[in-house]
């Protein structure tokens, strides 16, 4: 069998209420230029090319096109195409995540360093991608991977070059926060180890049932009092301080997911490998019968950096399976 790639429909829902893809991107989930359509029809410039011809070339490659760039090269053998695969990959890893993670600090000086980094082996590894041919079963997923390699690569140079700091959300928008169906059907078929999802910018280095509230916090708040609340110990990667964090997570039992919950924290200083404890209230209906034994997943989060500007990110479906979270992913509540 041969991999088809297809696009994924993203209906992530950010639970703060912000629509990532309505600001960064929807013409490039669906293969076009953000606003072309309305440009075309109208004439009229719509205010994201705007900013796309400012801040530099809008960051589309077409993930599926495979034509584009055939592969060339010596021929793998099945046996040496995992290895090759894997080598090709890991340069690339702890780049794309240290700008994923700086961005989140709002300094604009090191989101551009770091992407302009990761740019630069991101398109090495297209290039190695590119520089094989690959067993038949497995050469269409490789070229797919190739592109997606490519297009994060030009949104990490679109950071790089960026004139703006809302720009470097970029990239996370969309679905950062995913795993790659070519790359999961290419590791199978080749026996590699399993994909990881990319890791979020905090670290759940603890999770804890305290039952119900019965009375004011440590705070001396009494908001929520009566609820049931989960606290979540977070470590953060991010480079600089936190000002705000607002984390939403999917609240499941079996593969029902019963409602969402969030913890918010405001006014804090929280520096890059410091640790806080977030309380997450649960405010879903039913009796405590109802959501025992679920389990919790990430859903989206929202970081402000110490100029106040919030930083929103959402979870795909397939996070929790893939995501190295070895904390929440044995939780459940009481």
């Known amino acids: 069998m041969t991999y088809h790639p297809v696009r994924k429909a993203v209906g992530i829902v950010v ?126 997923a490789a070229a797919v991977v190739a592109n997606e390699y490519d297009a994060k690569a030009r949104q990490a140079s679109y950071v790089a070059d960026s004139v703006t700091p809302s720009a470097s959300d970029e990239l996370i928008s969309l679905d950062a926060y995913g795993v790659s169906e070519a790359d999961v059907y290419l590791r199978g078929k080749l026996g590699l180890p399993a994909a990881e999802a990319p890791s979020a910018p905090l670290e759940i280095t603890g999770i804890e049932d305290r039952g119900i509230q019965q009375g004011a916090d440590a705070g001396g708040s009494t908001v929520d009092t009566g609820k049931r609340i989960i606290a979540v110990t977070v470590r953060s990667h991010v480079p600089g301080t936190l000002s705000g ?8 039992k079996g593969k029902t997911t019963l409602g969402r919950i969030s913890g918010i924290m405001d006014d804090i200083a929280l520096a890059e490998g410091q640790s806080i404890v977030v309380p997450v209230p649960v405010d879903i209906g039913g009796d405590d019968g109802g959501i025992a034994g679920a389990t919790m997943s990430w859903d989206s989060w929202s970081l402000t950096d110490w100029r106040g500007e919030s930083h929103i990110a959402a979870a795909s479906d397939d996070f929790a399976e893939y995501a190295p979270d070895k904390v929440m992913g044995t939780f459940t509540l009481r």
């Open 15 to 140: 639970a703060m209420g912000v629509a990532i893809g309505a600001s960064l991107g929807v013409g490039y989930m669906f293969g076009g230029d953000p606003g072309g359509i309305v440009t075309a029809i109208t004439g009229v410039v719509c205010p994201q090319d705007a900013k796309y011809a400012l801040d530099g070339d809008a960051p589309f490659v077409n993930t599926s096109d495979t034509s584009e760039h055939p592969a060339k090269g010596a021929r793998l053998s099945e046996k040496d195409a995992g290895q090759y695969y894997l080598e090709a990959v890991k340069p690339s890893i702890q780049p794309l995540r240290d700008a994923m993670n700086t961005l989140y600090g709002g300094d604009l000086k090191a989101t551009r360093a770091a992407a302009g980094k990761a740019a630069t082996v991101l398109r090495a590894t297209a290039k190695a991608l590119r520089s094989r041919t690959w067993p038949d079963e497995v050469a269409n």
């Open 245 to 252: 964090l607002n984390l939403t997570f999917d609240l499941k």
